[in-house]
């Protein structure tokens, strides 16, 4: 069997999961959008058929005041819970097992209602939260209980509760964020009283048979963060208080360290979780720039965690799981890190995609049915719109015939793999040459796709996909030989000395 740690089976006492990958949280924009449930029900059960062991969804408030934005997903009522249905039936009909993730996000609340253990404003959000009074901290913790209840009863097989990332659990936990003087407050003991509280009462809640999983900040990555033996310390009080699993959380969302972006190695922080094998008796997760089977076949093998958490290459590949089973590893689109159409979409309030996957969050809509009139097609360009453009139109039954005037396809992707920190751009030429094999797309490089060329072949439709030219700026000196444009540099290789001015931050 290909991967033999990453595909074992995990035994969790009371359900077993069928391999050792999680679909980590994401929040897609699809909670909010209209027929949004309906939308989750596909996204996660085409993951689920893909065979991912465990899906946690996008962060689910447990209270108004918890909402991350004006009216964001919410759990506290039977109502909202029978909506919830949708997304449970889909996956457990394609043989898979989900948890909905709890998140609320105290300080970084981006609306006026936010509250928090301190009134310490977020740098990340506009609004001063409202301190928490003694009572509001046990309604909170009873909120967190009654929207896992309410999980179990929609028919979730379990929960996560975000306790990293800087939301309001770690913000409770850390003396930066936490200023109290009561019961709350002062001591780490003190501190960490809230996770505690609402993983026992929760526990105490929903029985023995339900997965509650616990996210818990590793490494902050902030001034005045948690120390490792204090995380040490919550890890085992947490197992205590009855978690079934504990996933690892890096980096509060305010701090400047980068965690996710493509510059950081891949499973670069496996080595967080690791410090905590062998501390605590219950299954770790570990995350963060895990985007290959490989990658995290290594990392279980070299003993760093028990499972592996990806969020993103779910998004690039929804049969991720699926290809790595069937030994088909180079079929894989990989997640290359660049968060273009998934964070910077979350961030813009739009429905987050994928860059190389654009039917990531639009499988209602976007589906490439078997044509029932073939045609010969002519796609001009093989950079990735036009790779794409072939390939599918090949998958769905068309003659295609690519051509690119250079000798390899890719167009600019081949001088963006170039840049440090952005190699995982050869990932994408890679799984295109693939595909190109797979569908049967006639390539014809170093060819120059003329008008003549094109009448002469008789093609019925002609897709021009040729990409763009550097715009040339309207500057005094533009045309001095030590002027160059990014193609000068990144393909033609040609040489910019030791002092280089840059125009552009894009």
Known sequence: MPYPHLLAPLDLGFTTLKNRILMGSMHTGLEESKNGFDKLAAYFAERARGQVGLIVTGGIAPNRAGWVGPFSAKLSTRGEAKKHRKITEAVHAEGGKICMQILHAGRYGYHPLAVAPSRIKSPISPFTPRKLSGRGVENTIKDYVRCAALAQEAGYDGVEIMGSEGYLINQFIVSKTNKRTDQWGGSYENR????????????????????????????????????????????????????????????????????????????????VTKRLMGKVGIPLITTNRINMPDVAEQILADGHADMVSMARPFLADADFVLKAMEDRADEINTCIGCNQACLDHTFERKIASCLVNPRACHELELNYQPTSQPKKIAVVGAGPAGLACATIAAQRGHEVHLYEAD????????????????????????YFRKQIALTGVHLHLSTYATAQLLQQQGFDEVVIATGVSPRKIDLKGIDHPKVLSYIDVLKDQKPVGRSVAIIGAG
């Open 407 to 430: 000798a390899d396809i890719g167009g600019q992707f081949n001088m963006a793999k170039r840049i440090p920190g952005k190699e995982e751009f050869y990932e994408t030429i890679r």
């Open 192 to 271: 960490i009283r809230f996770p505690l509280e609402i993983v026992r009462r929760t526990r105490e809640k929903v029985g023995p048979n339900f997965i509650i999983i616990y996210r818990l900040s590793m490494l902050d990555l902030v001034d005045d963060g948690s120390s490792w033996e204090e995380v040490e310390m919550l890890a085992q009080k947490i197992e205590a208080a009855g978690a079934t699993i504990i996933n690892t959380g890096i980096g509060w969302h305010e701090a400047r360290v980068p965690t996710i972006a493509t510059m950081v190695p891949r499973g670069g922080f496996s080595w």
